[in-house]
């Protein structure tokens, strides 16, 4: 069977979409230099899947530690998760966010062309799509300039691959605009560990969850919308793994460039994260109301057509899913992998 090089395994949605390769008989080799992750997690995906999944460390910017990788294993593909994904601190350090990202994938994929691989997975974001003109988002809505670093990377990384694709053409580019990610692996053992104070929603709510926050603020409740709180396409972690499987059962040895919107195609609003997320834990969810976050778009949601009709993928977790597994994993693990 292929044998599918992760970069940026350790990670959240790398970790989850290990298992997922695994079980769909692919063989992997994780690649990652903690910046944003734990070593317990390789463990617990061991656990997991049954099996030892080899790990190397290192870092995708260094040209000799992805090489070594190259010639330990017969890499059939890589797909790569490693990246720096914080909008807020992308302003403050737009160099490193270059560097790490675009840098990084520029790196990898010179290395990819050296040894004759030539099967490329990327995770995007629907951030290249930045404030929709209109909702849902297919694939051929414009791709506009991005208003942080980190969305800018995304679009550079796209655009590079795209090049890449044309100037090679034995290249299988797969580009992957994930929504948002949530939810965790109904085991309980993997799920989202940010460092610090969470960005993000749903890591946010289960923090509150389990008492290591006070109250969610929820940012801004007069947008035009049906409750005045911005809608996002939620899509459970899982689903989202399995999706890499399916581009990649669909896409191996393909020549040509290949984008999908990985979403559910359903747009729920912060209130309604709020509602459910205080049902999978049987009681309210404290939260209030603050002023509006500076570059949040209105709505965002995906048009998920393409990916159900060329790959045979369909997101099916429900949102009262996705909340109940956030949950399981915080519960088992109030600190994360640190417990
Ligand atoms: P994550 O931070 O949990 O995982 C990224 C992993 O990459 C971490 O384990 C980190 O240690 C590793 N890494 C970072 N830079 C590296 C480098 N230079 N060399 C080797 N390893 C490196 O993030 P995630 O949520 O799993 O996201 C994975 C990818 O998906 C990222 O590229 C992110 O931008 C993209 N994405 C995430 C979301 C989201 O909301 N989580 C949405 C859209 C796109
Ligand atoms: N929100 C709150 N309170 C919080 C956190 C978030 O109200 O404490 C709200 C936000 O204002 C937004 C919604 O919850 O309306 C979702 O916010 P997230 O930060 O969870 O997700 P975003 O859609 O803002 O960001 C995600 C990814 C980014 C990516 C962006 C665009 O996290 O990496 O989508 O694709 F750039």
């Not at 940010?194 to 006070?214: C, E, K, S």
């Not at 459970?236 to 460039?257: E, F, I, P, R």
Request: net charge neutral; charged share 20%.
């Amino acid at each position: 069977m292929s044998v599918i090089l992760v970069t940026g395994g350790a990670g959240y949605i790398g970790s989850h979409t290990v298992i997922e390769l695994v079980k769909a008989g692919y063989d992997a080799v994780i690649f990652d230099n903690f910046s944003n992750s734990k070593p317990a997690v390789l463990e617990r995906i061991n656990r997991i899947t049954g099996k030892h999944i080899p790990f190397m460390a290192g870092d995708i910017r260094s040209r000799e530690q992805l090489e070594a990788v190259f010639s330990t294993y017969k890499i059939d593909g890589v797909i790569n998760f490693a990246g720096l994904k914080a909008v807020g601190e992308s302003v403050k350090k737009p160099l490193e966010y270059y560097d790490n990202n675009v840098s990084g994938a520029r790196t990898l994929l010179s290395v990819m062309r050296e040894f004759k691989c030539y099967n490329f997975i990327f995770s995007s974001s629907a951030t290249v799509y930045g404030e929709p003109d209109s909702v849902p988002l297919t694939e051929e809505s414009p791709v506009k300039r991005a208003n942080c670093p980190y969305g800018q990377t995304k679009v550079d990384i796209e655009y590079m691959c795209q090049e890449l694709q044309k100037a090679v053409p034995e290249f299988s580019m797969v580009l992957l605009r994930y929504f948002n990610p949530v939810g965790a692996h109904e085991s309980g053992l993997i799920g989202e560990d940010p460092r610090g104070i969470p960005n993000n929603l749903m890591p946010y709510l289960t923090q509150v969850a389990v008492g290591r926050l006070p109250y969610l603020n929820i940012f801004g409740n007069d947008y035009p919308t049906p409750d005045g709180t911005c809608v996002r396409d939620y899509i459970h972690v899982v689903d989202l793994a399995k999706g890499h499987v399916a581009a990649l059962n669909h896409c191996l040895n393909k020549s040509g460039t290949f984008i999908y919107n990985l979403g559910t195609g359903v747009g729920y609003s912060v209130l309604d994260m709020v509602k459910a997320f205080s049902k999978a834990i049987g009681r309210e969810l404290p939260y209030k109301f603050a002023p509006r976050r500076a570059g949040d778009v209105v709505q965002c949601y995906a048009d998920p057509a393409k990916a159900q009709r060329e790959l045979g993928w369909k997101a099916l977790k429900t949102l009262d899913e996705m909340a109940a597994d956030s949950y399981n994993w915080q519960k088992n693990n109030p600190n994360g992998y640190d417990d």
